[in-house]
């Protein structure tokens, strides 16, 4: 049901599909579909980093190790460029790195998204880097057809909202896929063309009814979903991650509805400042304490999972005050931690049967 | 049921350890048995030994819960628990006011807070690094050619220290080889190394606060040095117990006894 990213990206580029290369996390789609560009995430698969540790420290975290790697042994998939959003330091370091000390062959582009407490100074700042960004597409692919700009933001908030019925359904457990089936659905919006991927959202059936609850109701908040072993073991156990607050997915979408784009800068600007607080964009930690409880107390969770990727310190940087925050709530925390490597180690299976038993199975199959 | 005996086997990555106790809470059998490279064979042995030590027939045996890294190995089990709950019911069975269990083992260490029951409330693990374990002291008792035994010695801890890293265990061991060529004496470098052991648990007790009476298990509760250290540190008394190895497998012993009960 939901293509493999390589296989999926290896068709569009030699369909003639423009690729461009894009890093983690926030950065406007919309500007690329309306030049025919399809982005597609870097990031993920997993697999061996041999080249990247050349060129980088042992402390920097495996989502730049993994993304500099697939740049250094590109497949021949992207042919548009590479975009480095702002999503932290290291990232922006490695877009540098890229740009003027490796070198790639196709342009290498920035897109310094506003950081901190937003203002109208701020939002006056993302306007301009919507235009600048719509210019520098411009200069390369060619005027920008305003029509298509506004469809792909009519697309892109058609989209938005499936996705919210989904995460809806998914916290009243109306969605009968697994957390591994849910997850692989949200990260397919990392690569898929917008048309390909609205399909399959509305492919996904929402029951009428709540399905049977799950065991233990998590919520889980990090940049990315613990790997498919790990989800499985989750399930084993009851686990159901009924809400989650991740970079990978729903810090992309909108905590509430906007009209249909007239103008889409003005839209995109709106829409951005409508993302839920994350990490990332290093503003308030309470704003962020306050919406986690409110996330934690809708799905109805009784354990927050942080996952966290192994120095990731946008989110390290918050996570200490979180915990202390949602447990002074009563809500049990699990913290796993990530290098985005596949299986399941033994202590992390402890950690996960150990807070199980802490919520009141005290002996397990 | 007043016949009933009950089995806690704790796998761990140094020794196997089973105990068996009987329907009153009281200890029948206990063995300390290596682990090697086989958990399931060693489980099966030290299993085997603990009903010769205690003159126990198979059939006695109502209920065996396994624990430790190595539980899932155990096919003779009747269900399996982790180390950190079992630890849990083991101090509180052995010192009932305990309130946060200090368990220093082989390859990890937690902080663990309990209930007045010994059901965990919370707990913290350092599972990725061999600093502040037992492994980390092993590595450095083979480069001070000493014993375990000699190397807990509290002595040691009484007099001046060095500072020796607690963020990894080869960086330590580096700086070990470094203070022994400048001929710094090796008691001083021991205390830096104890001291070193208590900062990394010191980083976890405060990220889970401590309540009521501290009991430190595992293996590395037998390192007496280290628990003088700990105490200064945590300004404290700790409860040790005799056999602080076996706490996990008697924990699980408990656990297996109240399963049954529940049935």
């Given amino acids: ?365 | 049921m007043s016949n009933a005996l009950f089995a806690g086997v704790d796998v761990g990555s140094l020794s196997t350890d089973v105990v068996l106790i009987d329907s009153a809470g009281a200890t029948r059998a206990e063995v300390v048995f290596p682990t090697g490279i086989n958990g399931a064979e060693a489980a099966q042995k030290a299993y085997d030994l603990a009903l010769e030590q205690g003159g126990i027939s198979r059939d006695q045996i109502k209920a065996v819960i396994a624990t430790g890294y190595g539980r899932a190995a155990v096919a003779f089990a009747s269900g399996k628990t982790t180390e950190i709950s079992c630890h849990g019911v083991g101090a509180h069975h052995l010192f009932p006011d305990t309130g946060t269990v200090i368990d220093i083992g082989g390859q990890d260490s937690k902080v663990i807070q309990v209930d007045g029951r010994g059901r965990m409330l919370d707990f913290s693990m350092n599972d990725k690094c061999a600093a502040g374990t037992g492994r980390f002291l092993e590595v450095m008792a083979a480069q001070l050619e000493m014993n375990l035994n000699e190397l807990s010695d509290p002595r040691h801890v009484s007099g001046e220290s060095v500072q020796i890293s607690s963020t990894c265990t080869v960086f330590a061991e580096s700086e070990v080889i470094s203070l022994l060529a400048k001929h710094t004496p090796r008691e001083q470098i021991i205390n830096g190394l104890q001291r070193s052991i208590v900062n990394r648990i010191w980083s976890m007790v405060i990220s889970i606060g401590i309540q009521g009476e501290i009991t430190i298990t595992g293996g590395v509760a037998k390192n007496k040095g280290l628990v003088t250290v700990l105490e200064e540190k945590l300004g404290m008394h700790l409860n040790v117990p005799d056999n602080p190895q076996t706490v996990g497998a008697l924990g699980a012993a408990h656990i297996a006894q109240r399963g049954f009960k529940d049935e």
Avoid at chain 1, 8 to 36: H, N, R, S
Avoid at chain 1, 156 to 173: F, N, S, V
Avoid at chain 1, 252 to 265: C, E, K, S, V
């Fill in chain 1, 1 to 365: 049901m939901i293509p493999n990213r390589s296989e999926y990206l290896k068709q569009q580029a030699l369909q003639g599909q423009k690729i461009m290369g894009v890093l983690p996390a926030l950065y406007p789609k919309e500007l690329l579909w309306a030049f025919d560009i399809l982005p597609a995430e870097i990031w993920d698969p997993p697999g061996d980093i041999v080249k990247a540790n050349r060129h980088l420290q042992t402390t920097i975290c495996p989502i730049v190790k993994q993304s500099l790697e697939f740049i250094l042994t590109e497949p021949g998939i992207v042919n548009a460029g590479y975009l480095f959003p702002h999503t932290c330091d290291s990232l922006q370091n490695l877009g540098s790195q890229v740009k003027d000390m490796i070198g790639v062959p196709v342009p290498v582009y920035t897109f310094y998204n506003p950081k901190g407490n937003f203002n109208k100074a701020t939002r006056a700042y993302y306007g301009d880097i919507l235009n600048e960004f719509l210019q520098v597409l411009a200069d390369v692919h060619g005027p920008p057809d305003i029509e298509k700009l506004r469809a792909a933001c009519e697309l892109g908030l058609k989209i938005d909202g499936r996705r919210i019925e989904l995460q809806q359904a998914r916290m009243t457990d109306r969605l009968s896929l697994n957390s591994q089936q849910y997850f692989q659905l949200i990260r397919a919006a990392e690569f898929m063309q917008p048309v390909d991927y609205l399909y399959l959202l509305n492919q996904v059936e929402i029951q009428d009814e709540p399905l049977k609850s799950h065991a233990i109701r998590f919520l889980i908040s990090g940049i990315l979903p613990p790997n498919d072993m790990t989800l499985s073991f989750l399930d084993d156990l009851g686990i159901g991650i009924v809400a989650e607050d991740l970079l990978a997915g729903s810090r992309r979408i909108p905590i509430a509805t906007l009209d249909p784009p007239a103008d889409p800068i003005e839209y995109l600007t709106d829409r951005f400042f409508l993302l839920p607080p994350c990490s990332t964009k290093a503003g308030s930690l309470d704003h962020r304490q306050q919406y986690l409880k409110k996330l934690a107390s809708d799905s109805k969770a009784q354990a927050v999972l942080f996952n966290i990727v192994k120095f990731c310190e946008p989110e390290l940087f918050d996570h200490r005050s979180l915990v202390k925050s949602l447990k002074n709530e009563g809500l049990p925390v699990l913290s796993l931690e990530t290098e985005l490597l596949p299986g399941l180690s033994g202590q992390t299976q402890t950690r996960i049967e150990a807070i199980v038993e802490m919520m009141g199975d005290e002996v397990l199959a």
